[in-house]
């Protein structure tokens, strides 16, 4: 049976169609990183005390602090982007809609490019690739699958600034349910992110 879209509040949930899809899939989500979380927690008590270099190094002297540091202000930044995006749709204001959904975007690239250029391309120059030890290995995999997640969130992104935008004009509280949806995906990669860094960078 088809669920049909609607911007009003389903009486069971009370939450609209698209936000009860959106937030069933973060759940799944959360499950996923979840997962990887406990399995870094695991596999950190596990290792040798004091850390090995062949085992486990010392993040501090492994990852570039600053530079982690810098790309979680970036996916903030993108936040605050991405709920003004969804501000300007209620208050009627397209182009403002548009700059900010732009923004968002460009800090999203902005963030993959620091990721790859300063981080990942330096490590496996260096010869710090996932076979290196098991916190390369899941670093890599936390990181690279937050990409991913980057990358899709991107896609969607760049979809509703372009092509998807023509919606606003034919039926705008759809279009504008729609960015606040995509906005709910966007926050939660960005939180997943506030919880790598400590983790991975500073702990």
Do not use: C
């Not at 406990?38 to 010392?58: D, E, K, M, N």
């Not at 991405?82 to 182009?95: G, N, T, Y």
């Not at 372009?162 to 995906?185: C, D, H």
Request: proline content about 5%.
């Amino acid at each position: 049976m088809e669920i049909p879209f609607t911007i009003n509040e389903r009486p069971d949930t009370g939450l609209t169609n698209p936000k009860f899809g959106i937030w069933l899939f973060l759940a799944s989500e959360v499950m996923l990183f979840g997962s990887l979380f406990t399995s870094y927690i695991i596999l950190r008590i596990g290792s040798p005390v004091p850390p090995h270099i062949l085992a486990w190094p010392i993040q501090s002297q492994e990852l570039n602090v600053l530079i982690g540091a810098i790309n979680t202000a970036i996916l903030i930044a993108s936040s605050v982007t991405m709920i003004l995006s969804w501000v300007a749709l209620k208050e009627k204001q397209f182009k403002k809609f548009k700059l900010y959904m732009g923004l968002t975007i460009v800090l999203a690239v902005l963030f993959l490019v620091v990721k790859i250029w300063l981080e990942y391309l330096p490590k496996i120059q260096h010869g710090h690739v996932m076979s290196t030890n098991n916190f390369f290995a899941m670093y890599y995999l936390m990181t690279g699958l937050h990409a991913l997640h980057i990358i899709g969130g991107i896609v969607v992104l760049a979809y509703f600034w372009g092509p998807g935008a023509k919606m606003w004009e034919s039926n705008p509280e759809q279009f504008t349910n729609r960015i606040e949806v995509a906005g709910l995906y966007w926050h939660f990669v960005d939180l997943v992110w506030i919880f790598l860094f400590p983790t991975l960078y500073l702990l």
